[in-house]
């Protein structure tokens, strides 16, 4: 298992957040297939995005995702 950036303990509950920086749309897909992994080993549906995209023209905001039964939230900042 390789390492995962934040894992969040509230109330009972876990939260998955994975962050990266923004290196185009593959490096981005395989950052959505590690989350859904992560989330696999921690037996989560659910699981959070944090993209950081220093490009000038970039398309920031927050949108979900489904991989395969996964549900991702994915920011762009």
């Known amino acids: 298992m390789e390492r995962t950036d934040v894992i ?13 920086i923004w290196r185009g749309p593959a490096y981005r897909e395989r950052g959505l297939k590690q989350l859904a992994e992560y989330l696999e080993h921690y037996h989560l549906k659910k699981g959070y995005l944090l993209s950081f995209n220093f490009n000038k023209n970039k398309e920031t905001g927050v949108r979900q995702v489904k991989v395969g039964d996964k549900q991702l939230i994915e920011a762009v900042v």
């Open 8 to 20: 969040v303990d509230y109330l009972g509950e876990q939260f998955i957040v994975e962050m990266k």
